[in-house]
């Protein structure tokens, strides 16, 4: 953890009380439509699919987009920070406040440019790897120990395109392929509340 984390998680502590049956799902990405249809928020992509499926309505609240749905018996809590990326954090932590949601039943969706297109990598905790929004939710939560999904966007980028690519839009190829990547990731959150981390990660990674 950070200095400024622990001067943070000091003077600001979570406390929350466990509640076994709910889960906060958080995708990370950008707000605006000018960001809708872009590699960096595939993370927006998931949370949005899950919704759909269960005929949900989002709603503004707290610093984010959320909406409830049901899955085998759990909460899925689903949150789409309107912080921009950078400060996802904020909204994180007001949500795991208000809903009693620790840790350990979260779990964060990000794009990641160092997997191949379409790959997904689950970890239960771990660095930000350059990622600008876990950098925000480490630093604000007090620490790296919640799960994230990994899903790959591809680094076929030239020299100091990196910007450029990740707030692009998604190539023909890839779009062609996208709701198969969707599908892998939301069965990933699904398997995540339903049986755990460690058995989703053998299944996912």
Do not use: C
Not at 163 to 176: F, I, M, P, Q
């Amino acid at each position: 953890m950070s200095f400024w984390g622990r001067i943070w998680s000091f003077f600001f502590p979570i406390k929350v009380e466990e509640d076994i049956m709910k889960y906060l799902i958080v995708g990370l990405g950008n707000v605006g439509a000018e960001y809708a249809n872009t590699r960096h928020n595939v993370g927006f992509l998931v949370v949005d699919e899950i919704a759909k499926k269960n005929d949900a309505e989002w709603k503004q609240e707290g610093k984010a987009m959320v909406t409830k749905v049901k899955h085998r018996g759990r909460t899925l809590v689903l949150i789409k920070p309107t912080t921009y990326m950078n400060l996802s954090g904020k909204a994180v932590r007001y949500w795991m406040q208000k809903e009693k949601i620790p840790k350990d039943r979260m779990l964060v969706i990000l794009d990641d440019l160092n997997l191949d297109f379409g790959k997904l990598r689950l970890r239960g905790k771990g660095s930000a790897g350059g990622h600008n929004g876990l950098k925000d939710i480490d630093q604000t939560t007090g620490g790296n120990n919640y799960a994230r999904l990994r899903i790959g966007i591809g680094s076929d980028f030239r020299k100091g395109g990196q910007s450029d690519y990740v707030l692009g839009e998604w190539s023909s190829e890839e779009e062609s392929g996208l709701a198969e990547v969707l599908k892998k990731a939301t069965d990933a959150v699904g398997s995540f509340a339903a049986i755990g981390l460690g058995r989703t990660m053998n299944t996912v990674n």
